[in-house]
Nanobody, 124 residues
Framework: QVQLVESGGGLVQAGGSLRLSCAASGRVFSPYAMGWFRQAPGKEREFVAAITWSGGSTQYADSVKGRFTISRDNAKKTVSLQMNSLKPEDTAVYYC?????????????????WGQGTQVTVSS
């Protein structure tokens, strides 16, 4: 089992920045890719960003490309999402997830473990 805990959410004005972090703990026996997803009220959960175990490959949703950056520190078992130039449409609950299988970064069904989420609210 892997436990994931997100932090760093909050309220920010449009154009501002936030940095989300996700800490992993538990029995981690094999490499896993990590992803960030978000879900706004009344909408389906959507892919935001993902990174492979080595950090050598990343993928971003078109809506956040150029504004968000995903990174990881395997020694600390953390993954971060730096969010710049935030827009009101970025408002959502953000979830981190761990994928211990064949990497399908944009498919939430591919991920094995999920955090509880952290709220990000961007005011206009």
């Amino acid at each position: 089992q892997v436990q994931l805990v997100e932090s760093g959410g909050g309220l920010v004005q449009a154009g501002g920045s936030l940095r989300l972090s996700c800490a992993a703990s538990g029995r981690v026996f094999s490499p896993y890719a990590m992803g960030w997803f978000r879900q706004a009220p009344g909408k389906e959960r959507e892919f935001v960003a993902a990174i492979t175990w080595s950090g050598g490959s990343t993928q971003y949703a078109d809506s956040v490309k150029g504004r968000f950056t995903i990174s990881r520190d395997n020694a600390k078992k953390t993954v971060s999402l730096q969010m710049n130039s935030l827009k009101p449409e970025d408002t959502a609950v953000y979830y981190c997830a761990a994928d211990n299988s064949v990497w399908k970064p944009t498919d939430p069904a591919s991920y094995d473990y999920w955090g509880q989420g952290t709220q990000v609210t961007v005011s206009s």
